[in-house]
């Protein structure tokens, strides 16, 4: 498989160790007395995964080469 499809798999990753962690840290909080744990913030967050992984994708891998190895 080429580069793009690591790329896709590791994305997929980060995705589902994001999505355990927010349903962990709900759960968490579900435990406390201050606080509650709802679906509807594990949704919230799952969106903002997926916003992230997209806006990172829209970034040319070209570029993050340069800034990695500090040309450009």
């Given at each position: ?7 896709v ?7 589902f ?6 349903m ?15 679906w509807?913030d594990v949704?919230i ?6 916003i ?10 070209r ?10």
């Amino acid at each position: 498989m080429g580069a793009s499809s690591d790329l896709v798999g590791e994305k997929w990753v980060t995705f589902f160790i994001s999505f355990l962690y927010a349903m962990s840290d709900k759960y968490h909080q579900s435990l406390t007395g201050f606080r509650d744990g709802r679906w509807s913030d594990v949704v919230i967050y799952s969106i903002g995964m997926i916003i992230a992984l997209i806006t990172y994708s829209l970034v040319p891998i070209r570029y993050r080469e340069k800034a990695t190895k500090g040309v450009g």
